[in-house]
């Protein structure tokens, strides 16, 4: 069986040659896990028609963005445009994009045996992944979260904005789609286009499970469709006696469960992100 490709998008500067030897190869390589860069392979195309295609090829994608080097950054939308597993490595966290800050990353300072550890772990969850995608009929991404906090007298609400892109992996039309579920944590309201969604106790430890409505029935063969809900919190109140804070963090996560005709697909997202109000 061959073994998972993983795409490596970093600078080629001299600075950065241990942290991909020692850091990201040499541990892909302890993983089972095959990791190249684009400038250690042969070809005949073009440098940027390389880059595409090994994006495309790839298992997951690997992307330092350390120093926010420009065509990094360019790289890394074009994979997640495709829908590809991406973890974003970097040595300091103000270098990763505040609106891709909920994809998977790794922080790594500039410890070399920290990355190491931290990808072994990665490399065995994305592994999997890529694996059990490979059965899947939908692919379940979080294509965008923003956040902002609403002030009153007496409570402040976090509003959470969440997108969610359903993905058709498959070469022929997707199973009917019967409904669509997105299950949080407890206090937490949703809402699809102005109208609050149906919500019920799972059951399971304090978890809810809200009813979205889908925007389609099916997904044409490698078509998508976008569900862009609204979820709101109290995060405080004036009888409390607590503070209220300039902002909150809201870190967590949600499971997308499609209900279909031919079984149901999960998938877990984390949540990542600071709530603020608008300062007019």
């Known amino acids: 069986m061959p073994k998972p490709f993983a795409f490596v998008l970093?600078?080629?500067?001299?600075?950065?040659?241990?942290?991909?030897k020692l850091?990201?190869?040499?541990?892909?390589?302890?993983?089972?896990v095959v990791a190249e860069r684009v400038d250690e392979q042969r070809y005949s195309e073009t440098m940027l028609e390389r880059i595409y295609r090994q994006i495309k090829d790839a298992d997951f994608i690997i992307a330092d963005?350390?120093?926010?080097?420009?065509?990094?950054f360019y790289e890394v939308g074009y994979a997640h445009a495709l829908g590809k597993l991406v973890t974003l490595l970097t040595?300091?966290?103000?270098?990763?994009?505040?609106?891709?800050?909920?994809?998977?990353?790794?922080?790594y300072g500039k410890s070399i045996q920290s990355l190491k550890e931290s990808l072994t772990h990665e490399f065995e969850w994305l592994r999997k992944e890529a694996e059990s995608r490979k059965f899947k009929s939908f692919?379940?991404?979080?294509?965008?979260?923003?956040?902002?906090?609403?002030?009153?007298?007496?409570?402040?609400?976090?509003?959470?904005?969440?997108?969610f892109e359903l993905?058709?992996?498959?070469?022929?039309?997707?199973?009917?789609?019967?409904?669509?579920?997105?299950?949080?944590?407890?206090?937490?309201?949703?809402?699809l286009e102005g109208v609050e969604c149906a919500a019920v106790q799972t059951g399971e430890g304090s978890s809810v499970r809200h009813f979205i409505k889908s925007p389609v029935a099916r997904i044409a063969p490698g078509?998508?469709?976008?569900?862009?809900?609204?979820?709101?919190?109290?995060?405080?109140?004036?009888?409390?006696?607590?503070?209220?804070?300039?902002?909150?963090?809201?870190?967590?996560?949600?499971?997308?469960?499609?209900?279909?005709?031919?079984g149901t697909f999960e998938q877990s997202l984390d949540v990542d992100l600071e709530v603020d109000d608008i300062p007019f």
């Open 223 to 262: 078509m998508w469709a976008q569900v862009r809900v609204r979820g709101k919190k109290e995060v405080w109140s004036k009888f409390t006696g607590e503070e209220l804070q300039d902002s909150y963090r809201m870190s967590g996560w949600v499971k997308v469960e499609v209900v279909t005709s031919e």
């Open 23 to 32: 850091g990201i190869q040499e541990t892909a390589t302890e993983c089972g």
């Open 91 to 107: 040595q300091d966290a103000n270098d990763i994009p505040f609106d891709l800050k909920h994809h998977r990353h790794i922080v």
């Open 167 to 191: 993905k058709n992996e498959t070469k022929r039309k997707s199973p009917e789609i019967e409904a669509i579920y997105l299950k949080t944590g407890p206090n937490w309201t949703y809402e």
């Open 139 to 163: 692919s379940i991404t979080l294509a965008r979260m923003t956040g902002n906090l609403i002030k009153g007298s007496y409570r402040a609400d976090a509003e959470v904005d969440l997108t």
């Open 65 to 72: 963005m350390t120093d926010r080097n420009p065509n990094v």
């Open 10 to 20: 970093m600078p080629f500067s001299k600075e950065f040659s241990d942290i991909y």
